[in-house]
């Protein structure tokens, strides 16, 4: 998803706020263009349809929970897709959504209405250590100034593997963690103690997103290759327990001190977006010694973006700025550090993130972690223009960081802001949210302007045109009723074959305002599904829980694939055609009381009543809604339903007291003869 403030795009996931059950996630950008006076997110899968000219590209991507499959795509259809969608929204641009206030009111969305998500599902991360300021500032406090850097720190961008299940959105709240703390701060023979950590610290980073398809097992990313495999950019705080991590990182590094939490900003920027903003790093050059061929970037440089670092105590009532930072502190780029990562052959895959490490500048001001702006606790660090001061953090304080980057003309891309407040140790905090959801292409819920101006094609008497009333009528859902008589086969008449080739009933149709396009639909089951998912905040007809929904469409199945089809009209016309003397509404009869007799055992064994229903549950499904027509059709075929189906029967007193299903009763239709005739 790309997200435009100013001129440019990041991409995000997000979903609708407040909605009940949580709502889905889909891919949208964030940004503030002429169509929208205000900051808006853009739903990139409600105009999907505007992005099928898009070479290479299967819109239907921006409908799944994470961004990885639009990532693993090659950089052509990233660079070609945030064109498009830059075309969409610019002023002067296509005039496909700006002409269309019915998909504007759909795909935009007020920034302050969604929540946002991971980006991503993250299959691995790695954290690099790659701003030289940063690297030389912690050796000298821990090594003297004469070893400030390990000997093979200006050969290689020096890195350690993360974990990816403790990367959390921007707004996760982040628990103090626990672990082993050295007893004597000066003298480790003295052992460690169990205990909550003293010496919490930020740490400002950026990070990035891989893309592209994966690279085989042995195959290697070349400098030249690498541009093309960066999918965008993020900030990130990477949390840091000092002295948990004194105590633990010799000889392997740190362990339980990095991996209780790190936050990073919802929205990705993508590389493309801040090409205008290259620059120098702050190292100038790498000549003092060259890296190895592998390493070596013919265009070597970073990026000119701004960060910032603010923290906010718990009863400050602004947050106070600590630290300014930049980007071009680095003294191994992004780009070096992907090709050093996959120099062994590693296997890279899409949503992959990297890290910079701490990125830290020359002065004191641009240091970027509390370690080194208190310098080992040595001195208090003044929270902005405020009294408060801080050496390390405290339980309560909330941990700001923004970024941006601007041209001297004035064209800005912001990364928006990631923050996280430090909650006390054994505190928890709800899993819902944290991730990216596992589950296969969601379900979206569409918003319900989308589709209007309702047509029913029916009959009365119809039973497959009854159960779409009643799910129109349950829902509470507008519609105009068309009548087609199909007594005088008004069905085959040529317009309406039209509508439906198999000239039957019901038929639905409706407009849609994303494609702007008429749409029909036949086949009962296929219009209540469709309702069903249309109109999500309206009355459910299929239960969520997978075992029940089942259950509930196999009764409706029975009525629709097991009774229905012997007992049509159209069936006893074929078998008359075969032998007039056919007793045809025998075989209906027979078929029928078969049918509904499997259908009464299902509803006994469902616990199915007059006030549970057919699910059992006391609410109404699907399958009550095939219930009701097919009970009425059996006593026109002459059934002995207190015979076959008693159960069924107790099932419809609770129905027809509904009053949603009376008004959607046969006898209530303004074709019905008997409602005719008392007009």
Known sequence: KASLEGQESPSEIMSLAPLQPPAPQTQSSQFVSPLAPQPQVLDVSAISNLLTSVEGLDP??????????????????????????????????????????????????????????????????????CSREHATNVGIMFRGKENALQPNWLHLPVGYHGRASSVYVSGTPVVRPRGQLQ????????????????????????????????????????????????????????????????????????????????????????????????????????????????LRDPDYGSYDISIS???????????????????????????????????????????????????????????????????????????GATEEVRKFLKDGDTVIMAGHAETADGVRVGFGEVQGTVLPAGSFVEAHGLEVPTDLPLKRKVPEQRFFNLKLYNYWRSSCSWRVRLALAAKGIPYQYVAVNLLQKKQQDPEFGTKNS?????????????????????????????????????????????????????????????????????????????????????????????????????????????????????????????????LYNARRFDVDLEKHCPTLLNVEVGLKALAWAHAADPSNQPDCPEASAGL
Request: charged share 20%; net charge negative; with cysteine.
């Open 60 to 129: 239907s991507v921006f409908s799944q929970p994470a961004l990885n499959q639009f990532m693993a795509y090659p950089a052509p259809v990233w660079r070609a897709t945030r064109e498009r969608i830059k075309n969409l929204l610019a002023e002067g641009g296509s005039a496909e959504l700006s002409s269309n206030p019915s998909l504007r009111e759909l795909a935009l969305i007020p920034r302050e209405n969604v929540t946002m998500h991971l980006p991503a599902r993250i299959g691995d991360y790695t954290d690099f250590y």
């Open 183 to 294: 007893k004597d701060k000066d003298d480790p023979s003295q052992g460690s103690e169990y205990g909550a950590c003293k010496l919490l610290d930020f740490e400002v980073e950026m990070a990035f997103f891989l893309g592209g398809p994966p690279n085989p097992p042995g195959k290697t990313i070349s400098m030249c290759e690498a541009e093309d495999r960066i999918f965008g950019l993020v900030l990130m705080n990477d949390w840091s327990a000092r002295d948990i991590q004194k105590w633990e990182y010799v000889p392997l590094g740190p362990f339980g001190s990095k991996n209780f939490g790190t936050s990073i900003s919802p929205w990705i920027v993508p590389l493309d977006a801040l090409v205008p903003f290259k620059c120098p790093t702050s190292a100038g050059t790498q000549s003092d010694p060259e890296p190895l061929e592998y």
């Open 309 to 383: 670092c603010a923290v906010k105590g718990a009863n400050m009532k602004d947050p106070g700025v600590v630290c300014k930072t930049n980007m071009s502190n680095l003294y191994w780029n992004i780009k070096q550090q992907l090709v050093h990562h996959s120099v062994t052959g590693c296997n890279m895959r899409p949503g992959d993130l990297l890290a910079t490490g701490t990125i830290s500048g020359q002065s004191e001001c641009s240091f970027g972690s509390m370690l080194e702006l208190s310098w080992r606790g040595a001195r208090e660090v003044k929270l």
């Open 502 to 630: 198999m000239l039957q009933v019901p038929t639905l149709e409706f407009e849609d305002s994303t494609t702007g396009r008429t749409s029909t639909l036949s086949q009962s089951m296929a219009i209540i599904e469709f309702l069903e998912e249309a109109f999500p905040s309206r009355k459910q007809l299929f239960p969520d829980d997978p075992g029940l929904r089942a259950t509930v469409r196999q009764m409706a199945e029975v009525v629709n694939s097991g009774i229905q089809p012997l007992q049509n009209l159209g069936t006893a016309d074929r078998l008359s055609q075969i032998d007039s003397s056919y007793d045809t509404k025998k075989f209906a009869s027979i078929s029928i009381s078969f049918g509904l007799e499997s259908l009464e055992a299902l509803a006994i064994g469902a616990g199915a009543s007059a006030h549970k229903f057919m699910a059992g549950t006391g609410e109404v499904t699907v399958a009550d809604i095939y219930l009701l027509p097919q």
